[in-house]
């Protein structure tokens, strides 16, 4: 894969954006009704809670020196962000579940918390694969409610699994992650969200 395309779709799969599609899935097909303006609002919230504060708070980062790049090709400059984020999300579920909205996007928010969290204590020893921890969480959010719901989500999985490879297909053109991290990001995502929306709801 080129290099040029490798970015552009590592940019457009990047892992912020599966918190919003994910909550918009949730309020949208599961068997739950919401005003318009009360989904409007909801992904309002998750926007800023789980990528606007982020990616400000990570801005300032990098101009007091904290961290070197905005990038972060190293582990250790994903600490401070990875610590960041969790808190994050972990405040945004806690907003969502005191709105009384559906369990499952709170929790959807509390596993990819917990995710962040694991991949920041393995930091010291390897770099999981946001991008992958981000898709696989999405994964595991699906599978959950399609086995809760009896719901045929067939097509959006096997969309989501052909994802899956196209975007480890870029990170590795990038040199960003080797097998083992991507794969260690994709099951972690996977394993974590599919147990707090499937066991905790």
């Known amino acids: 894969m080129r290099p040029s395309l490798a970015r552009y779709l590592s940019i457009l799969f990047h892992p912020a954006i599966y918190p919003l599609i994910g909550l918009f899935f949730i309020l949208e097909y599961l068997p739950y009704h919401y005003p318009q303006k009360v989904v409007m609002l909801s992904l309002l919230m998750v926007f800023s809670g789980t990528y606007l504060i982020p990616v400000l708070i990570s801005i300032l980062l990098y101009r007091f020196k904290v961290i070197p790049s905005l990038m972060m090709e190293n582990a250790r400059d994903r600490r401070w962000p990875y610590a960041i984020g969790a808190l994050c999300f972990f405040l945004t579920s806690h907003l969502i579940h005191s709105a009384g909205l559906a369990s499952e996007a709170s929790n959807y928010l509390m596993g990819a918390a917990l995710v962040i969290v694991l991949h920041l204590a393995l930091l010291p020893f390897l770099k999981p694969s946001a991008h992958l921890g981000g898709l696989g969480g999405f994964l595991g959010m699906l599978l959950a409610v399609s086995a809760k719901y009896a719901l045929n989500l ?32 994709f099951g972690s995502g996977l394993l974590v969200v599919f ?3 499937y066991f905790l709801t």
């Open 154 to 185: 067939l097509p959006f999985i096997a969309l989501l699994m052909l994802l899956a490879g196209i975007v480890s297909s870029a990170r590795l053109s990038l040199n960003a992650h080797d097998g083992r991290e991507l794969l260690l990001g």
């Open 195 to 197: 147990c707090t929306v």
